[in-house]
């Protein structure tokens, strides 16, 4: 599983398979719409990938209402409208829980709507239910390593509201197809929902953790990697952000703790911005000099190239850390709004902490004529 990442590495241009639809977000406290973005994790990852020059391939579809600007064209569905989620906030300040709700549906991805080519890795990362099990498996067939949000695989929507919820991973149709799979990452909240000591025996896993990092689990190995403190203004994507970050690292030749690392990295970053993190270019090159000094130390001091190389502690991991955070903290106009909005879209200074200057019980979807058929916040 690993050592085909390692081939990875010697390829200079390595392709990657995205699938996953892209959203519009809509964030809310107190039944006030304080921003509205554009979502799905695709675009999350997409934003890291495309920073980092990663070559990839997206599937997402969307509806004909669909008014972002994003660098790679989706699918257009004209039997139904774009992905809409509610993220109804807490109004504790000293929490960050959200209630998630998908006010609206795109078609899922179908495993036809996938090419009939060769990737060297694909990323499988709904959040609405658009992955189904078959194109999962088309995935597994035609991608040589394959990561998967538990997301994808284990998110339910109430019928009447939409409320997500979680189901055992044993209990989906994706369960058979866990031995296939190379990477599944999960937060805290959703590892839950699996047995981590029978799935680490099938594939890698990574449970996210917040401002506690992350630990990967792999066979008998189990790995803590260090957090990036930050300031948490908007979860949203923050796994996402991470994923994409996990994967640069391992295509470009970095070892898991190393990669996982530059995922915490990219997952704080995200956290501090309202939707869409938006990066300097800098930062992104800094990340990469970064990122190139370290692949090059850890292959003048090791010349293993198998599993249990690839899940051991570097040495050195404390001063890639170190560079990395010093990195972060280029990142100097960390509460916005992304640019992605639609040009209509309230734009507020959020401070420290979400706080709405919005209109009372204003839940408009800017992408469409109409409001949000939306529900009531829970008191």
Known sequence: MVKKFQSLAVNSSPRGLIAGNY?????????????????????????????????????????????????????????????????????????????????????????????????????????????????????????????????????????????????????????????????????????????????????????????????????????????FPTVQVDPTGAGDSFLGGLVAGLVQGLVVQDAALLGNLFGSLTVSHIGLPKLDFRLFEEVRSEVQRRRTLCMNRSQRHDDEDQFMKPVGHEQFLSSLRTVKSMDTCPIQVSEGEPPSSPKVDLGNSLHCTGQKNLLLNTMYKEPIKSVETNP
């Not at 675009?43 to 972002?68: E, M, N, T």
């Not at 179908?110 to 992955?131: Q, W």
């Not at 590892?191 to 792999?218: H, P, S």
């Open 23 to 227: 959203c519009h977000d809509v964030l809310i406290r107190d039944d006030v719409v304080i921003a509205e973005t554009l979502g799905g994790a695709a675009s999350f990852i997409s934003a890291v990938l495309d920073g980092l020059s990663i070559p990839v391939d997206y599937v997402c579809k969307v509806g004909p209402d669909f008014r972002y600007q994003v660098n790679h064209k989706p699918l257009l569905s004209y039997s139904c409208e774009t992905t809409v989620f509610h993220a109804h906030f807490c109004d504790e300040p000293t929490r960050n829980d959200r209630v998630l709700k998908r006010a609206v549906s795109c078609d899922p991805i179908f495993a036809s709507d996938l090419p009939d080519v060769r990737f060297d890795f694909g990323m499988a990362v709904g959040v609405g239910g658009e992955i189904v099990p078959e194109t999962l498996e088309k995935m597994l067939s035609i991608c040589n390593v394959v990561f998967v949000d538990i997301q994808a695989l284990i998110r339910v929507f109430d019928p009447v509201d939409g409320t997500v919820s979680l189901v055992n991973l044993n209990e989906t149709g994706f369960y058979r197809l866990l031995p296939r799979i190379g990477f599944l990452k999960a937060s805290a909240e959703e590892a839950l929902f699996m047995d981590l000591e029978e799935v680490r025996k099938w594939c890698c896993v990574v449970v996210t953790n917040g401002k506690e990092g992350c630990t990967v689990y792999w066979k008998d190995v189990e790995l803590k990697v260090s957090p």
